[in-house]
């Protein structure tokens, strides 16, 4: 194909459909750079997972870190990264080069595309340094203002012409591959040519090459959890990776094409021009410089000169500048063998992932409230500290118990983990106090017993204890004959506590502070256990337990617990916010006629008021020893109390974490060993210590992209397996619900 005919060709209207259907005419050949780069990276990747046991983990089919995989590791996958990058902006040049060819008529090799573009590669990373400076620069004053005004509207207004006017910086990447000039003259060379395009030209240029592979890639995010589970891990694997590499043969397509296509124009200007001058100012302006015409029949001749330096200016420049094939150049790349290279990634990532050969964790996790920040039905409902406790109920339901600051409590039910079908109920009546924090057990038939507070004479009157049965359509009052407990002056000064008892019924554990005038030397808090023989506590039976000297509020939220032995004995758990020490209220029969106290684990007294306050949890052995965890009042570590008595009269610690963001959470599975669940700030992750006895070993299962919540909950699913539910917190517009389940937690 002769220059002219080129020249003519290259000035059609139409840059992206005809970019988008030569890429997709010529994708075999267009796909060979990314093929040839990115599978040994990809295989590189896998490799550098296979040392990170404890880090990696199976999440939603999808091979993930979880773990801070060490220095060693981190400086691995940095080169990996720094190493995809580069490797990113060489294929990037050379499918430039091949799309150049192809549009004027040059075939060329692509290992010839790949060594002319890693000639270039030290002026191409500049360039992508500049042209990534300008569009953070852009993005910074979007931040900008939205942090001055919070106002994201306002912020993507400001921003707008600040984006359309760095847009034509997406020219100069064909004019520093195909023109051979320095980064800031293919800066200034993409500018010239923006300036002479159109409003259309610029639209063709921002759809082809941003917004479609946008969308092509969020559809695939959309379409991905549709797909079948025995489907999941290959079609994940496979449909990125695909994506990926088939991305960039459209991209350079239509960049290609519209910068051959602004060159184009202004060679037929000239020679328009030229054509209209008279003879004579013809003559002087061949004696000055060359028409285009001319010049295409003169760089055959100089074709060793121009690519020694720059291409010269103009289309011509450009065909001039074509790398050729070397004379030993393979056979054009075969359609099957392609493919199989496009497809060989994600069938390892899917295979690795699905058959799981190096037993790495396999976990389910699912983010429940992503729909609620965007106006789902549950919108303006939660909030982001609201989660309190999660429960498992029948037919693999989730229950969450959500309770905000002065809010009603409420149950959520979920269709399952994933949360697909959910409900909603407020559980406390119109007239309850929602100041006290709500406690809550299950009971065996799958219903949930809450507690609950009504007011008698305003805030500062009587108020009343008595108990919800809760199903997922709601929850009523339980018919008591009388209240559970009565207190003055604000129930929010006690802490109560739940658990059913084996043979049917509740217990229900009320610690208050004592009044001032009442309180002697032996103690400022009372503690009551309650012994109901139904679930609605019909005819309730109260005995005091225990007096004791706690120098602080009363930790309703976190610092009182209760359990029931397997034989009927109910064991209360309390910490003193100002000391640390742990208190156990233990009874030697089901009725509770011979309470006892013990004190395993004295603690020290609190150094820094400003630290958050600490809790614990405690689960209950088949033998009836009772396990604890609970947080250090200093350093907020958390340390497991192993009780060796039923009574815990003595027991043995072993420290599981350092300083950890809120309580733990405890449950004892059915193969007798304990689960400690923790949120473990420093290394931003989800942590569970499976430990027998005091023997441990902590996995991460979970990692958090933001930050924490308050608290983390655990339970058991109805197949013994650890559901752990803690939310995703970074700031008010972003958090999410989250419920992680570790499927071989071994």
């Known amino acids: 194909m002769d220059t002219a005919a080129i020249v003519e060709r290259s000035r059609w209207g139409g840059v992206l459909w005809r970019g988008y259907v030569a890429a997709a005419r010529n994708l075999v050949c267009l796909a060979v750079p990314g093929i040839v780069v990115f599978v040994p990276v990809g295989a590189l990747t896998l490799l550098g997972a296979l040392p990170l046991t404890g880090s990696v983990a199976v999440v939603n089919d999808e091979i993930a870190v979880v773990d801070d995989p060490g220095t060693g590791m981190t400086l691995w996958w940095a080169a990996l990264v720094i190493g995809s990058a580069v490797a990113q902006t060489l294929v990037f040049a050379a499918t430039l080069i091949l799309a150049a060819g192809q549009q004027t008529g040059a075939h060329i090799a692509p290992s010839a595309a790949l060594r002319a573009a890693l000639r270039r590669w030290p002026a191409l990373l500049v360039l992508v340094v500049i042209v990534l400076l300008a569009f953070l620069a852009v993005a910074a004053v979007g931040f900008g203002v939205r942090l001055a005004t919070d106002q994201v509207w306002l912020a993507y207004i400001v921003m707008a012409p600040f984006a359309v006017a760095a847009l034509p910086m997406l020219l100069a990447g064909p004019a520093l591959v195909l023109e051979r000039r320095s980064p800031l003259g293919s800066i200034g060379r993409a500018y010239a040519l923006g300036v002479e395009g159109t409003w259309p030209d610029l639209v063709a240029l921002t759809c082809g090459v941003l917004i479609l592979p946008v969308l092509a890639a969020r559809a695939l995010a959309w379409a991905l959890p549709h797909v079948p589970d025995a489907l999941a891990a290959f079609a994940s694997g496979t449909a990125g990776a695909v ?33 209209a001058q008279p003879e004579t100012a013809r003559a002087e302006t061949a004696r000055a410089g060359t028409p285009w015409a001319e010049t295409a029949q003169a760089g055959t001749a100089q074709a060793g000169t121009a690519r020694a330096g720059p291409a010269q200016g103009g289309i011509e420049g450009v065909i001039d500048a074509l790398p050729e094939n070397p004379p030993d150049a393979p056979a054009p790349a075969r359609t099957r063998l392609v493919v199989a290279a496009l497809l060989l990634p994600g069938l390892l990532h899917g295979a690795t992932a699905l058959i799981n050969p190096f037993g790495w964790l396999e976990v389910r996790q699912d983010t429940l409230s992503a729909d609620w920040r965007t106006g789902g039905p549950l919108a303006g409902k939660l909030s982001p500290r609201d989660l309190r406790t999660a ?356």
């Not at 219903?447 to 199903?471: H, K, N, Q, S, Y």
């Not at 023989?533 to 610092?559: M, Y």
């Open 243 to 275: 994506l990926a590499l088939l991305t960039i043969p459209f991209q350079a397509s239509v960049l290609t094409r519209m910068f051959l296509q602004r060159l184009a124009w202004r060679s037929y200007e000239t020679a328009r021009a030229e054509a």
């Open 391 to 746: 429960y498992a109920g029948r037919d693999a339901r989730l229950v969450l118990l959500i309770e905000g600051w002065q809010d009603p409590a409420k149950l959520l039910t979920c269709s399952d983990a994933s949360c697909g079908e959910s409900h909603l109920v407020v559980a406390e009546p119109a007239d309850a106090n929602p100041w006290p924090v709500t406690a809550s057990t299950p009971l065996p038939d799958g219903r949930l017993v809450l507690t609950t507070w009504r007011m008698l004479g305003g805030v500062f009157g009587e108020a009343w204890l008595g108990l919800l049965i809760c199903d997922p359509k709601g929850c009523v009052r339980a018919p008591a004959r009388e209240p559970i407990a009565k207190v003055r002056v604000g129930a929010q000064e006690s802490a109560v506590a739940l658990a059913a008892r084996p043979g049917g019924g509740l217990v229900v554990a009320h610690a208050r502070d004592v009044p001032a005038k009442e309180s002697t030397v032996t103690g400022t808090e009372t503690v009551t256990f309650t012994i109901c023989a139904d679930p609605v506590c019909s005819v309730p039976v109260t005995k005091q337990v225990a007096r004791l000297d706690i120098g602080a509020h009363l930790l309703g939220e976190n610092g009182f617990v209760l359990a029931v032995t397997p034989d009927g004995r109910p064991v209360a758990a309390q910490v003193d916010d100002t000391s640390g020490t742990i208190y156990v209220i233990s009874c030697q029969d089901p009725a509770c006629d011979r309470p006892q106290v013990a004190r395993p684990a004295a603690g020290k007294p609190r150094q820094d008021d400003s630290l958050p306050v600490i809790g614990l949890a405690m689960g209950m052995r088949a033998d009836g020893r009772p396990v604890i965890a609970y947080q250090d009042v200093n350093d907020g570590s958390v340390t497991l109390l192993d009780c060796r008595t039923p009574d815990c009269a003595q027991g043995d610690t072993v420290k599981l974490a350092g300083a950890v963001n809120g309580p733990p959470a405890l449950v004892v599975d059915r193969a007798g060993r304990t689960l400690v669940a923790y949120q473990d700030e420093g290394g931003r992750r989800i942590a569970v210590a499976r430990c027998a006895g005091t023997r441990c070993a902590t996995v991460a299962v979970s990692r958090a992209p933001h930050g924490f919540g308050e608290r983390v909950t655990m339970t058991l699913d109805g197949r013994g397996r650890p559901v752990i539910a803690w939310i995703d917190y970074g700031v008010a517009s972003d958090w999410g619900m989250v419920v992680t389940t570790p499927l071989n937690l071994r």
